[in-house]
């Protein structure tokens, strides 16, 4: 390559990768780099999204972005030109007309800029090449709904009649996915009687680890995993689709074509526990804990989805569209909240280093905190919990039925549809509880303590990102961070607004 070879950068991306190999994409780079040296071009860059699909509304393809970024700009990050970009095909590149508009607008923004595929070089500033590419995308986004309506309707045939699903070997059952294996299978029905009479899952696991117990891939056991085996209700000879109980025209579970490990009313014994505990934490001895947060298992970082874009529309109104966090490649440990791309309803127009949002956010809720505390100190923090009676009988009502179905007394339809109802209304009994005891908790905070413990590591006693974000859901609604104008700003507070709560 000479010193004049035009800087392109190569794009690859597959949207499955069943093999977890990445050698799909590893392929199209190696031809995009054959690509690139015929056509007199150097590969300064090789942007990958694997295992992503380009077609499905909401996934976000983070290397396709950061490449769109780079275009635009006509340099990387690190300062390095880019004059172009090179793919395998135009179907790796876009399968959505958006995306291909939002490609060649950012390609186009400056003369001289290059494209091509493994064909040949493409002049997208020419307006009939455009408009073939839209075509092209289009008539491409049509066979991929196709496709999927196939395969969809294949699944669905496969589950009405009863055929197991594809993918690992299931545990419990011997490699023909119909049999059962003699060792596992009694593992599993073990486990899913002793967790419907109360063990947890914890205590099985610690139990099948200490004898070495593996999943058919040979990891180890997580209770995480043993949740997923124990609530699929192939357990029972039933069959799952899109996490739903298939069905006959009778509305009769579907019997697959394979020998069930447990009855279905120990599999539904098991379901309603685990029902029973979703958006609750759940005590080492498998009891039921306390409600969690709404975003309990959503965010990694302080402020994801609650900061919001102050950038203003033309019509004057606010973007208003939840920044999110994203590391920078080049240093894991910087992170940004960004706007949205526009595909996913932001306009990419703000962007604040995450460090010091997350420090002014945080030393503002405490302030507000503070003066809270001063205003209600003194307050009568013994009061009780007024549904805390109904509470116990609720629970002590559950625990008969489930006392006397488990002996015989009552049948499978019985339990089920009463129990229901006692589980919706313990539910919401204990969600009120939750609220009374955050409230009293406000009441009698040590913001001291809080403040220490919210600036001290995790491992050394500190507050996790979850309960901080939980007091700061307790004390606003939301951050609207205004932009700061081009180019590259000192941060500056004053643009971040607070709508705080009313107390």
Not at 21 to 38: F, L, M, P, S, Y
Not at 188 to 208: D, P, Q, T, Y
Not at 423 to 432: C, S, T, V
Request: aromatic letters at 6%; a neutral charge.
């Amino acid at each position: 390559m000479t010193i004049d070879a035009v800087p392109v950068i190569s794009y690859a991306r597959i949207s499955s990768d069943g093999e977890r190999d990445e050698h799909g994409v590893t392929n199209q780079h190696k031809v995009n780099r054959r690509t690139a040296q015929r056509l007199g071009w150097m590969v300064v860059d090789e942007l990958t999204d694997n295992d992503r699909s380009a077609s499905k509304a909401g996934v976000i393809r983070e290397a396709f972005e950061e490449m769109l970024k780079a275009v635009a700009a006509g340099r990387l990050a690190d300062g390095t030109q880019v004059r172009g970009v090179v793919v395998l095909n135009e179907d790796r590149l876009a399968r959505r007309a958006g995306d291909y508009e939002r490609f060649v607008e950012a390609l186009t923004a400056d003369d001289g800029r290059v494209f091509a595929d493994e064909r040949g070089p493409k002049d997208l500033y020419a307006e009939d090449v455009e408009g073939l590419g839209l075509v092209g995308v289009a008539f491409s986004k049509i066979e991929s709904r196709k496709a999927r309506r196939r395969l969809r309707r294949f699944h669905r045939d496969r589950a009405e009649s009863g055929q197991p699903a594809g993918g690992t070997r299931p545990f419990g059952w011997a490699a023909d996915r119909r049999s059962l294996d003699p060792v596992e299978a009694p593992l599993v029905a073990k486990a899913a009687k002793e967790f419907a009479a109360g063990r947890s899952l914890n205590s099985i696991v610690r139990e099948w680890v200490a004898a070495d117990v593996r999943t058919s891939l040979g990891n180890q056991w997580t209770s995480r995993s043993l949740k997923v085996t124990l609530a699929n209700p192939r357990l029972c000879g039933w069959r799952l689709l899109h996490g739903e109980i298939v069905t006959d025209d009778s509305g009769q579970p579907v019997q697959g074509a394979w020998e069930p490990i447990i009855d279905p009313a120990t599999w539904q014994a098991v379901n309603a526990i685990m029902g029973n505990r979703k958006g609750r934490s759940v005590n080492p001895d498998g009891s039921t804990g306390n409600v969690l947060a709404a975003d309990f298992s959503e965010h990694r970082y302080l402020l994801s989805g609650i900061l919001r874009c102050g950038k203003p529309k033309p019509d004057g109104t606010l973007c208003n569209c939840p920044l999110r966090a994203r590391r920078w490649h080049r240093n894991p440990d910087v992170y940004h909240y960004l706007c949205q791309p526009k595909a996913q309803g932001g306009c990419s127009g703000i962007g604040r280093q995450g460090a010091k949002v997350d420090e002014y956010v945080s030393e503002m809720v405490l302030a507000k905190l503070e003066e809270r505390e001063m205003r209600s100190a003194g307050g009568d923090g013994g009061q009780t919990w007024a549904g805390a009676d109904e509470l116990k009988n609720s629970q002590e009502q559950l625990d008969e039925l489930g006392r006397v179905w488990r002996a015989g007394g009552m049948s499978n339809e019985f339990f089920f549809s009463n129990v229901r109802q006692v589980e919706e209304k313990i539910a919401r009994l204990r969600a009120e509880q939750g609220r009374y005891a955050v409230q009293i908790e406000r009441r009698k905070l040590d913001v001291e303590d809080l403040r220490r413990r919210w600036y001290t590591p995790e491992g050394d006693g500190g507050l996790d990102v979850m309960r901080k974000r939980a007091y700061i859901h307790e004390a606003l609604h939301t951050v609207i961070v205004h932009p700061n104008g081009r180019g590259r700003s000192a941060f500056n507070p004053d643009l971040l607004e607070p709508i705080w709560r009313e107390d």
